[in-house]
C-alpha cells in the first residue's frame, strides 16, 4: 500500500506555491486586522483570485460552483494557507462548513444566491453560535427569534464571535421553542449583518484586535425566508457543520511551522542543550505527526463519501494537543515576549484553539460516548 501523495497531488502543491508567490496581499502578516478594510479587501482579492483558478471550492459539487475534486485537495490548499495565517480569511469557514450546511438544507433560492457568492470568493461569513450562558452547553441557548408575518424578531446576544468585522452575514443560532426540550426547539438564520437592531461591542482580543465581538440584537427583523431548514430542527445541520468545521484547518502545519522557529532559537540561545528542552520537542514532533495522520483519517472518511462521525472529535484533539504542546514550548523559549504575535505562527492562538469550537473537556466527552460508548457522566 502505498501512504504517499499521488503525482498530481505532489504537482497541484507546487503549483499552489506559485500561486502564492504571486498572489499572497503585498506585505502580508497574517492575522493582523489592524486595519480592518484592507484585511477585507486582501482576502477578498486572494479568495477572487483562487476562484478564477477553480481551487476555492474545488472539492464542491460542479452544480455548486465546484470541481468534484477529491477532498484531499481541499486539505492540500488548507495545509499551503494555514501556517501563513490563512489568506483567505473566514472565507476558509465558508468553503469548510457554511456552504455544505446551505448544500444540505437549503431552498433552491438560498442555494443559488449563497453558494454562487461563496465560489466566487466574494461574501464573509461570520458563525453566531456562543452566548454568555451557552458555550459548551450550546444546545441551551437563549437568543429567541419570534415569528411575526414574514419576518422573526430577534432578541438576545452572542459572545466571542470571530470575524465579525469582516462579516456581511451571520449563521446565527436561535431559539424558536422556548417549550420544546433543548435540542428540538433550536432554528438557523442566515442574516445579513447589516440589519437594523445589531449592535457590535468590543471585547479586548487575547488572541489580537478585532478577534472576537459581542453581538446584542434588539428587535431585529429578520425574513423568515431566511431560515436555514425547518423551523426548530437546526440542530441536526449545527451538529454536521460543527464535524466539518473541527478539521476545517491543518493546525498541524501551523504547529510545525512554530515548532521550528522554536528549535531555531534554542539552537541560538544554546537552550537546545538542555535535556528537558528536547525532550519537550521530541514529544511535539510525535504530537503534530499523530495530529496530522488523525486529520488525514478525517479527510480519507470524507474522501470514501463517509457521514461525520466522531473521528474528527479524536483529530480536533490531537491538533490542539499538539499546539498546545508547541504553544507552551514557545513560551519557555522565547520568554513571556514570544506570546506577543510575532510571526504568521501566531503563539497566543495555537494556545487558544483548544476552546474554539468546542472545548477539548467537550471533545473528550463525545469520544467517550459516540466511540467508546462509555456511559454519561451524571456529576
Ligand atoms: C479562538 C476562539 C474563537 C472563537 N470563535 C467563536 C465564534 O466565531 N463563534 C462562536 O459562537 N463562538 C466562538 N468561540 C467561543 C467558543 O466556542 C467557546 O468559548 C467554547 O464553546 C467554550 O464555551 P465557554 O467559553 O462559554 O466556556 P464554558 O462552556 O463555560 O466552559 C468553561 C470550562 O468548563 C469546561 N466544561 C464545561 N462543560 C463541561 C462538561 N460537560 N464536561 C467537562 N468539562 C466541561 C469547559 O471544557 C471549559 O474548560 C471562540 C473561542 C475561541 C477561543
Partial sequence: MDFDWTEEDVEYRTSVRAFLAENLPAGWHGYDKTNLPKYK????AFCEALSARGWLTQ??????????????????????LWPLGEPRGSQYMNVNWIG????????????????????????FWCQGFSEPDAGSDLPSLRTRAVRDGDDYIVNGSKIWTSHVGTADFCFLLVRTD?????????????MPMDLPGIDVRHIDGFVGEQ????????????PAVYR???????????RRALSFERVGAAHYDTATLILNEVVEEARRTGLLDDGEIQSKIGEAEAAIAASRLLTYRVVDLRAHGSPPTTDSNIARVAQTQALRLVGELAHVVFGEAGLESHSPGDIRRALAYSVAAGTTEMQLDQIASGHLNLPKFKG
Fill in 59 to 80: 472539492n464542491w459539487p460542479r452544480e455548486y460552483g465546484g470541481q468534484d475534486a477529491s477532498p484531499w485537495r481541499h486539505a492540500i490548499l488548507s495545509e499551503e
Fill in 41 to 44: 479587501a486582501d482576502a477578498r
Fill in 211 to 222: 478577534s472576537f465581538h459581542h453581538l446584542v440584537f434588539t428587535d431585529v427583523r429578520v
Fill in 100 to 123: 455544505p450546511a446551505i448544500m444540505v438544507a437549503g431552498t433552491p433560492e438560498q442555494k443559488a444566491y449563497h453558494l454562487g457568492r461563496i465560489s466566487a470568493g466574494d461574501v
Fill in 228 to 238: 436555514l431548514g425547518e423551523e426548530n430542527r437546526g440542530w441536526d445541520i449545527v
Fill in 178 to 190: 422556548p417549550e420544546a426540550s433543548k435540542r428540538a426547539g433550536i432554528s438557523i438564520l442566515l
